[in-house]
Every structure is written in structure tokens, then in C-alpha cells.
T-cell receptor, first 114, second 113 residues
Framework: DSGVTQTPKHLITATGQRVTLRCSPRSGDLSVYWYQQSLDQGLQFLIQYYNGEERAKGNILERFSAQQFPDLHSELNLSSLELGDSALYFC?????????????FGPGTRLLVL | AQSVTQPDIHITVSEGASLELRCNYSYGATPYLFWYVQSPGQGLQLLLKYFSGDTLVQGIKGFEAEFKRSQSSFNLRKPSVHWSDAAEYFCAVNRDTGNQFYFGTGTSLTVIP
């Protein structure tokens, strides 16, 4: 158990819908990263937040957005869902040891868009 | 540009045999290096990491990895594979807090009796 929690574990929805994925980082970790993992794309970095502020953006679609709240939990919002959005979505939180950072992953949310 | 290459998409080994998974990186500076393992339907679990110092690092589950600067490699090894090691293995790099992590495409390991 990494200490990173994600809810829900599974999500089934229809095209055009909107869903929210939630992530709670490990106690004390200020950074949260979101990743999408699909069979054809591998592990894709979406976005990073640090202490409530967006720090880096990866291959995140405009239909997707995220935020990190004062209590450091984060939510990833996926809207106008398409079949191709079906994937595993991982959250990771990181601990910094000086300038060195290690990511710890949550168990993921499996999204199925029908 | 920073990148991580795992040349082997899939590897099959016999239980009890030794294992080496390859990872090569391209990075502007000496990166920090990580290996993660993902069992089916699970999240990624950190196996080991290299920041500096001894280039041979020990991790969990009997894994070790060696950083070779001259070859830009960070290969993962295990002397004797167990059936429970069957999983997907990811190599990752980054440098300094706040920099993006770059992941390889993964190597799928099958262990046969």
C-alpha cells in the first residue's frame, strides 16, 4: 500500500458524459501527478499540481481538467467523454528529499466509456 | 529531449532463471532513475531508485539495478525469478524537484514453470 488513495476504483459511463476522479496523496506529500494508461498509448503524463498550483502539463486534452484543493486532495475532471478515453487513470504523489523527488502511485481508477 | 527506452516489449523467463530488463535514457544531465512494477490491475509500485553514490542499488523483492553513465543505462536484474514476478516493469527518469517524470513504455515479464 503506497498510501495514495483513489476513488472510485471502477467507473462505467456513456459517451458525452462527465466524470470526476479523486485522489488523496500520501500524508505530507504536496505534489500530485495524474497519468492515463491505455493499451495503445502506454503511460501518459497528464498534469501535475504542487501545493494547489498547477506546475506542469503533459498530454492533457482540453476536455480534461484538474485541480488540487487546500487539503491537497486532487480531482481530475473528464468531460464530453469519448470511447477512446477508456483507460486506467493513475494519481501519484511525490515526496521531495531536497532536490530529489520520488513518486508513489495510487491503485488507479479504471474508466470504461460505452 | 528527455526520453526513456525499454527495448524489450516482452520477455519470457523460466522460474529460477536470472533476469535482466534493459533501460536506456536520454537526458541533459545525470538523471535520477527509478524502476516500478505493475501487477495486472494494480498501480505502479516503486522497486528501487538511484539518486547518486553507489551505482549498484538494491530494491525490494530481491531486485537490483546498476547505473552505467557511459552507456546511459539503468538495467534491472534479479538472480532468480519467481512466478510472482510476472508483471509489467517500467523505468523512469527525472531530475530535480518539479521536473517531469519520463516513463518508458514498459517491459512485460512472463515467468514459465
Amino acid at each position: 500500500d503506497s498510501g495514495v488513495t483513489q476513488t472510485p476504483k471502477h467507473l462505467i459511463t456513456a459517451t458525452g458524459q462527465r466524470v470526476t476522479l479523486r485522489c488523496s496523496p500520501r500524508s505530507g506529500d504536496l505534489s500530485v501527478y495524474w497519468y492515463q494508461q491505455s493499451l495503445d498509448q502506454g503511460l501518459q503524463f497528464l498534469i501535475q499540481y504542487y501545493n494547489g498550483e498547477e506546475r506542469a502539463k503533459g498530454n492533457i486534452l482540453e476536455r480534461f481538467s484538474a485541480q488540487q484543493f487546500p487539503d491537497l486532495h486532487s480531482e481530475l475532471n473528464l468531460s464530453s467523454l469519448e470511447l477512446g478515453d477508456s483507460a486506467l487513470y493513475f494519481c501519484a504523489s511525490s515526496v521531495a528529499e531536497g532536490y530529489r523527488e520520488t513518486q508513489y502511485f495510487g491503485p488507479g481508477t479504471r474508466l470504461l466509456v460505452l | 529531449a528527455q526520453s526513456v527506452t525499454q527495448p524489450d516489449i516482452h520477455i519470457t523467463v523460466s522460474e529460477g532463471a536470472s533476469l535482466e530488463l534493459r533501460c536506456n535514457y536520454s537526458y541533459g544531465a545525470t538523471p535520477y532513475l527509478f524502476w516500478y512494477v505493475q501487477s495486472p490491475g494494480q498501480g505502479l509500485q516503486l522497486l528501487l531508485k538511484y539518486f547518486s553514490g553507489d551505482t549498484l542499488v538494491q530494491g525490494i523483492k530481491g531486485f537490483e539495478a546498476e547505473f552505467k553513465r557511459s552507456q546511459s543505462s539503468f538495467n534491472l536484474r534479479k538472480p532468480s525469478v519467481h512466478w510472482s514476478d510476472a508483471a509489467e516493469y517500467f523505468c523512469a527518469v527525472n531530475r530535480d524537484t518539479g521536473n517531469q517524470f519520463y516513463f518508458g513504455t514498459g517491459t512485460s515479464l512472463t515467468v514459465i514453470p
